[in-house]
């Protein structure tokens, strides 16, 4: 894992956030999103620099218009984000979640 895998990682497991189960590395059909939470059919993408090139770009899109037609939200952090406000990232992360319910 990355180091800002590792830093959402530590506020995801364990239903630490208002106890949501989310999984790591969860197989969606032919793709692996970062982390997953089934209840509510959300997935959650830490992005590096590497994403700003743009056939990586086209390829996040594609992954994401899979995974919406599968029914799944994706919603997508830069690992800057998560290492310097994580705070942010986790509230983020439940206002969607409540967005969804």
Known sequence: MTEPEITLWSKLK??????HKF????????Y??????PKVRLAIELD??????ENKS???NERTNYLN???ITVIRF???????NID???NAILFQINKMK
Do not use: A, M, P
């Open 88 to 90: 942010d990232v986790t």
């Open 78 to 84: 830069w690992n800057h984000e998560v290492l310097n």
């Open 58 to 60: 086209r390829s996040d």
């Open 14 to 19: 364990g239903k630490q956030l208002y106890g």
């Open 32 to 37: 692996i999103v970062d982390f997953y939470c």
């Open 69 to 71: 037609h599968q029914g």
């Open 48 to 53: 590096g620099s590497q994403h700003n090139k």
């Open 23 to 30: 999984r790591r590395q969860q197989s969606i059909g032919k």
